[in-house]
C-alpha cells in the first residue's frame, strides 16, 4: 500500500479546555511527521460534542494540561460510554501522550487546591494531590531520563543507541504518586535536572501499555521529536498489523536546541543524543 493510502488519526482531548499550556504542539508535530513520511492525516477532537465511537476512531491520543477548574468541566463530561471508551483504547495499546492536567484524569483522583476531590478514570494506577497555594508550584525546566523499559528500549533504537533523555518545562501544582507495586504501570523516567511528579521520589511521568503520561509540557513532542515517531509507529504497527520503520527526517535544529538546554542547564548526560 502507498503511504497515502495509510491514515493516522488523532484524538485531542477537549482541545478548547486543556490547551492552556500550548500542548497543543504535540497535535501538529505527530501530524506534520507523519504527513512528512506520506501519511494522511485525520485529527478528531474528543470533546463535549464527541461520541464514544468517535473515541474508539482514533488511532494516537493527545490530551494536554489543563487548570484545575477546566479539569473539573472534563470529567464531568468524560463519564459512562466515553469512560469506558477511553479505558479500552488505552487497555488496548492504543498510543497516547498525556500532559500535566490529563493524566492526572487518568489516575485514581486529583485533589485541587481549592474545593472537591474529581474522580479520575483510573487507568493508571496514580493519585495526584495539589496540597494548596501556600506551597509552590513546580514550575521550571525539566530533564528525565526514560526508564519505562519497553519504551526506553525502542526510542534508544530509534535515537540509534544513545540514552533517551527528554527535555521538557513542568508547570503543576499538584503531586503525583504512581504505584508501580501494582505492577500494572511503570513510571516513565528518572529526573535529572527538575522536580517532576512530586519533588520528593525522584520519578517522572507514567508509562502503562502505549500510554505516556508527563509532567512535560514544552510542548513535549517538539522539543524531543523522536517520541512523536514512536508514537506514529507504534500506531500504525497497530492499525494496520505490521512493523513500520519510519524515514528518518532531518532534525538538526530540534536536536541542537536539546543540546543548548542540556548545556545551559549544566545536566551531565552519558550519551545524549544532540546535534545529529
Ligand atoms: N499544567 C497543568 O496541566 C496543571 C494541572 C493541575 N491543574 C496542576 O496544577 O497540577
Redesign the pocket.
Known amino acids: 500500500m502507498a503511504n497515502q493510502e495509510l491514515e493516522l488519526t488523532i484524538g485531542w482531548l477537549y482541545p478548547t479546555l486543556m490547551s492552556?499550556?500550548g500542548d497543543r504542539g504535540n497535535v501538529i508535530v505527530i501530524e506534520r511527521r507523519a504527513q512528512w513520511r506520506g501519511y494522511s492525516v485525520r485529527i478528531q477532537a474528543l470533546d463535549q460534542n464527541a461520541t464514544a465511537e468517535d473515541i474508539k476512531s482514533v488511532d494516537v491520543i493527545v490530551g494536554g494540561?489543563?487548570?484545575?477548574r477546566q479539569?473539573e468541566i472534563v470529567m464531568r463530561d468524560l463519564q459512562g460510554a466515553k469512560a469506558d471508551a477511553m479505558r479500552e483504547k488505552l487497555d488496548s495499546g492504543t498510543p497516547g501522550v498525556f500532559t500535566?492536567?490529563s493524566p492526572?484524569l487518568l489516575g485514581h483522583y486529583y485533589e485541587p487546591g481549592l474545593g472537591k476531590r474529581i474522580e479520575g478514570l483510573g487507568i493508571l494506577d496514580m493519585v495526584s494531590v495539589?496540597p494548596g497555594d501556600d506551597v509552590k508550584r513546580c514550575i521550571g525546566n525539566l530533564v528525565i531520563e526514560v526508564t519505562a523499559s519497553r519504551l526506553a528500549k525502542e526510542l534508544k533504537e530509534i535515537l540509534g543507541g544513545a540514552t533517551p533523555y527528554l527535555v521538557g518545562f513542568e508547570?503543576?501544582?499538584?503531586r503525583t504518586r504512581v504505584n508501580t507495586q501494582g505492577g500494572k504501570v511503570e513510571v516513565l523516567g528518572k529526573v535529572i535536572y527538575g522536580l517532576g511528579n512530586n519533588g520528593e521520589d525522584g520519578t517522572e511521568g507514567a508509562f502503562y501499555q502505549n500510554a505516556i503520561a508527563t509532567y512535560s509540557?514544552g510542548p513535549l513532542l517538539p522539543k524531543n521529536p523522536f517520541v512523536a515517531d514512536w508514537l506514529i509507529q507504534t500506531a500504525l504497527r497497530l492499525k494496520y498489523q505490521q512493523p513500520f520503520a519510519l524515514k528518518p527526517l532531518e532534525d538538526k535544529l530540534a536536536m541542537k536546541a536539546r543540546e543548548t538546554m542540556f548545556n545551559r542547564l549544566k545536566v551531565d548526560l552519558a550519551t545524549p543524543a544532540v546535534g545529529k
Open positions: 492552556t499550556y494540561g489543563a487548570q484545575d479539569q500535566c492536567g492526572q495539589h508547570n503543576h501544582g499538584g509540557h
